[in-house]
């Protein structure tokens, strides 16, 4: 574990350090087995997943635009009333729309799920699924926020028969 330095008086003394920590992790990344790169890699993506719901449930926009890049993007497939239909772009953007409607996660269930080889949310209103959404992230941070809100696509993915291999163990 490096030792800490105070990078606020030399920024460009925070930026080596940060590169030099990036160049660490993909050298221990090699060392992994490509299982335990594909496992290492799920759970920061869920652990950024999680992070971006709870500040969104919470209305917190500074936390959202901390975990987004700046150039991030959030499409949606439209089919929800009041869901963009064409792709919202930058992080200020990105940030508010995801927290705008107070009423949308206040009276939203969460749960966690497997879809795309990702983690996602699906979000449920009265126990009926309605939205899925999930995120894409690089080391910079979170790039892509990608809603479905289809009652088709929904039914699709509920309705799935590896969805009920997973649960059942088959």
């Not at 992994?32 to 993506?45: C, G, I």
């Not at 953007?93 to 795309?116: D, I, K, L, Q």
């Not at 979000?123 to 992230?137: D, K, Q, S």
């Amino acid at each position: 574990m490096p030792e800490p330095i105070d990078t606020s008086s030399d920024p460009d003394v925070g930026a080596q350090r940060a590169e030099g920590l990036e160049l660490a992790l993909l050298l221990v990344l090699e060392k992994l087995t490509p299982a335990e790169r594909a496992a290492y890699v799920l759970k920061e993506h869920r652990r950024l997943l999680e992070a971006f719901v709870a500040a969104a449930r919470q209305g917190d926009v500074a936390s959202l635009e901390a975990l987004l890049t700046p150039g991030a993007v959030s499409p949606s497939d439209g089919g929800l009333r009041g869901a963009a239909r064409v792709p919202v772009l930058g992080r200020a953007r990105v940030a508010n729309p995801s927290t705008a409607f107070p009423r949308f996660w206040g009276e939203v269930e969460v749960r966690f799920v497997e879809a795309n080889g990702r983690s996602g949310v699906l979000l449920c209103r009265g126990g009926r699924p309605t939205t899925f959404m999930t995120v894409a992230a690089s080391t910079e941070g979170v790039h892509r926020v990608m809603w479905v809100c289809n009652p088709n696509k929904i039914a699709a993915f509920l309705d799935s028969p590896s969805r009920y291999e997973t649960v059942l163990g088959v």
